[in-house]
């Protein structure tokens, strides 16, 4: 792997899954030195794929980030495709928010986002990444994972995200082999107060590569809302398995 090109690879997939970061959270993240990084972020800036706020002296994604993924979307139908079944989902689970998410480095990354129609929804965005184990969407995509590999991907333990979330690896294995018994991942208050997350995963040749959820406020779930979700999930699942062989998933 070329080093330079892997550095600034590395500080645009950070800088844009964060609301904003740091020169020395950026550093210390990727592990290069301020003296190495510095210039390369300056030059992201000027050329604005970043964008850098002298007040809180952060760096967050630029204009020109922003224009290749509209170019991104716009080039690829199987996107529009997907995008349709994502609202169509959406719509007939009551107007709730839709996720599809991927595993990255022990993450979910979320790749595609249809947003609540409701006026108090639950808050997301596209790009953003969270602790897998902490997430109904995470949970999804670790299903198949042997503990092992698990341990190895959280070497320093399940660290909580607020009160709610699982810490114990033996409670993550238990929920995992649920996933794989029900094909559904759950999630109360693990990641985010007030929210609960049903997800199911997305197979390619009988292997998890991505995830779909549906995401809404603790006090709209109701165990009837739980079992109409969890059939529109099967079906949307369903759809975009079919597409997956053609996606870059």
């Known amino acids: 792997m070329h080093k330079p090109t892997w550095r600034v690879v590395a500080i645009l997939n950070f800088v844009s899954s964060s609301r904003g ?28 794929y970043l964008s850098y706020n002298p007040e809180s002296r952060k760096y967050s994604a630029g204009l020109r980030l922003f224009l290749a993924g509209s170019s991104y979307v716009s080039g690829n139908n199987w996107y529009s495709s997907i995008n349709s079944i994502l609202a169509e989902t959406a719509e007939k ?26 006026s108090v929804r639950t808050f997301s965005s596209v790009g953003v990444i969270l602790p897998a184990y902490g997430t109904a969407l995470g949970k999804a995509l670790l299903s198949d994972m042997p503990l092992d590999e698990i341990h190895k991907l959280y070497p320093d333990g399940l660290k909580p995200l607020t009160k709610n979330t699982i810490t114990s690896f033996d409670v993550l294995s238990s929920q995992l082999e649920q996933v794989r018994n029900t094909g559904f991942a759950y999630e109360c208050e693990e990641s985010n107060y007030d929210v609960r997350c049903i997800a199911r995963p997305l197979r390619r040749n009988g292997r998890v590569v991505a995830a779909v959820s549906v995401a809404m406020p603790v006090f709209r779930y109701t165990e009837n809302r739980k079992e109409r979700i969890e059939e529109e999930l099967v079906t949307a699942s369903a759809r975009i398995e079919e597409m997956l062989p053609y996606i870059p998933i």
Request: aromatic share 2%; glycine share 10%; proline share 4%.
């Open 93 to 118: 689970c009551g107007g709730e928010t839709v996720h599809l998410a991927k595993l990255e480095n022990g993450n979910v990354l979320y790749i595609m986002k249809v947003e609540s129609t409701r």
């Open 21 to 48: 970061v740091s020169l020395i959270e950026c550093a210390n993240e990727l592990g290069i030195p301020v003296g190495t990084i510095h210039p390369i972020l300056q030059t992201l800036v000027d050329m604005e």
